[in-house]
């Protein structure tokens, strides 16, 4: 499976951006999705993730409540809205795919990762 994310971009604290990622090769209908993000000089860090089955979500707590993770399968695509942004948003977003089922919340459970897209916002 190859992952596309795309969406980033530069906005303003308070705005709204949604990233997509597209999968290519597969389908994400047999995938959890997660999207995880990175600071310059730190580890990825979970964000959000959606299950293969079910559509079950979650979210880290830094993001509960602003950003919405979805899937449209015969899309094979998976968005993460983000509403509501901070400066400390800023980073640079990864989606990523697994048909694992455990530790979910670490990159490591991952075996499909897509290229990043940067989100920038500004105060």
């Known amino acids: 499976v190859q992952l596309q994310a795309c969406g980033g971009g530069l906005v303003q604290a308070g705005d709204s951006l949604r990233l997509s990622c597209a999968a290519s090769?597969?389908?994400?209908?047999?995938?959890?999705v997660g999207w995880f993000r990175q600071y310059p000089g730190k580890e990825r860090e979970f964000v959000a993730r959606?299950?293969?089955?079910?559509?079950?979500?979650v979210y880290a707590d830094s993001v509960k409540g602003r950003f919405t993770i979805s899937r449209v399968d015969v899309e094979n695509t998976v968005y993460l809205q983000m509403n509501s942004l901070k400066p400390e948003d800023t980073a640079v977003y990864y989606c990523?795919?697994?048909?694992?089922?455990?530790?979910?919340?670490?990159?490591?459970?991952?075996?499909?990762w897509g290229q990043g897209t940067l989100v920038t916002v500004s105060s």
């Open positions: 990523a795919a697994t048909q694992k089922l455990v530790r979910l919340w670490i990159p490591g459970a991952y075996e499909y």
């Open positions: 090769g597969g389908t994400f209908s047999s995938n959890t």
């Open positions: 959606i299950s293969r089955i079910g559509g079950t979500t």
